[in-house]
């Protein structure tokens, strides 16, 4: 492996002394191949293995039993959590946290910020968008973008190719098809109506109303569509979800 030690590259073994000089910890039998790149401050632990010209930066957590693939670049303050798996070329931006035993695939692209839950399953070329929180045993499809600050709760299924956009946020056990394109910000759960954004309106159903109407009066959609009283109260937290995406003067 190589580390940065007084302002060289220098080539070390986990034994050497050099590495307590970068504060840099590696565990009993991690393993660390050939080429790869450990920066200061880093932790990698037990059985985890690093494979050939994989690069973990500064501070980056690399916990017990995770793999990290080849030519995979791990960056600063990040954290790969108990036998996830990272794949070839796969980056993992800045204070990204990809949990217990999730996989992520070759190419596959996690921006800053973002939460990958435990168990979930991010396809090869995949990009996640910064802040993004995807939750536990949700799948990704090949491919698939994930916007900024996008919310996809538990085993919710992304297709290939699909495209969500910033702000949106896709229910639990929500299906969303291959190739489809979500280009506005909305709530999807199986079984309800999609809320969404819409001219600083929001929709649900056909219905387009301002925030002041829905939250005045929910009784359209009571007399016709028969919906619960619950239903009520699931589709005013809806509308509080979006608020903060409508434009400040109609807040």
Not at 91 to 107: F, M, P, T
Not at 176 to 204: M, Q, S
Request: proline share 1%; aromatic share 6%; with cysteine.
């Amino acid at each position: 492996m190589k580390i940065y030690h007084k302002n060289e590259w220098v080539s070390v073994n986990a034994n050497d002394d050099r590495l307590k000089d970068c504060n840099i910890f590696i565990e009993q039998d991690a393993v660390i191949e050939r080429d790869a790149v450990i920066g200061q401050s880093a932790r990698i632990e037990q059985n985890a293995v690093i494979e050939r010209g994989a690069w973990i930066e500064q501070n980056a957590v690399i916990e017990q039993d995770a793999w990290i693939g080849p030519d995979a670049r791990i960056e600063q303050d990040a954290r790969i959590e108990q036998g996830a798996r990272i794949g070839q070329s796969a980056v993992i931006e800045r204070d990204a946290v990809i949990g217990q035993g999730a996989v992520i695939k070759q190419d596959v692209v996690i921006k800053q910020g973002a939460v990958i839950g435990q168990g979930a399953v991010i396809k090869r070329g995949a990009v996640i968008g910064q802040d993004a929180v995807i939750e536990r045993g949700a799948w990704i499809g090949q491919g698939a973008v994930i916007g900024q600050d996008v919310v996809i709760e538990r085993d919710a299924w992304i297709g290939q190719s699909a495209v969500i956009e910033q702000g949106a946020w896709i229910e639990r056990g929500a299906v969303i098809e291959r190739d489809v394109w979500i280009d506005t910000i909305l709530i999807y759960k199986p079984g309800k109506f999609r809320v969404l954004l819409c001219n600083n309106k929001i929709a649900i159903g056909c219905q387009l109303k301002t925030v002041e109407e829905w939250e005045g009066d929910c009784t359209d959609l009571i007399d016709e569509h028969a919906i619960s009283k619950d239903d009520v109260e699931y589709y005013r937290a809806c509308i509080q979800r979006l608020k903060p995406f409508l434009s400040e003067e109609l807040k």
